[in-house]
């Protein structure tokens, strides 16, 4: 299998900025890896306080547990602000995915060509 091939499996089906490790990339590598852990916890970490926030009314039996009114709840719960932050902490997992998988292949087709 070629350089870039890895390179860019690895991006696509691992992390991006690993296909960067792999072609010894390690800025690059760093600055995508980054920037994809970051959103990536603040997605995770948004997503586990809404639902915390739900079990608790869930228990404290403020909400019947069925699904419309948890749908309702999580609706309500995303409110602007915050919700615009997720889109934002979205579009920078995409983006530095997308990145990665492009640009390990032209780098890994370049190192091919060089040597």
Not at 13 to 39: D, E, M
Not at 43 to 48: C, D, I, N, P
Not at 85 to 96: E, H, K, M, R, S
Request: net charge negative; proline share 3%; with cysteine.
């Amino acid at each position: 299998m070629s350089k870039p091939i890895k390179a860019v499996l690895l991006s696509a089906f691992v992390f991006p900025g690993v296909g960067h490790f792999f072609l010894k990339k390690y800025v690059v590598a760093t600055i995508l890896a980054s920037a994809s852990f970051v959103a990536v916890y603040y997605l995770v970490s948004s997503a586990l306080q809404m639902s915390l926030q739900i079990i608790e009314q869930i228990q404290a039996a403020d909400v019947p547990p069925d699904v419309l009114s948890i749908t309702q709840l999580v609706t309500q719960q995303m409110s602007v602000e915050s919700s615009q932050l997720l889109d934002i902490a979205t579009y920078v997992v995409i983006f530095c995915w997308l990145v990665g998988i492009v640009d390990s292949y032209r780098l890994g087709r370049l190192q091919d060509n060089s040597d």
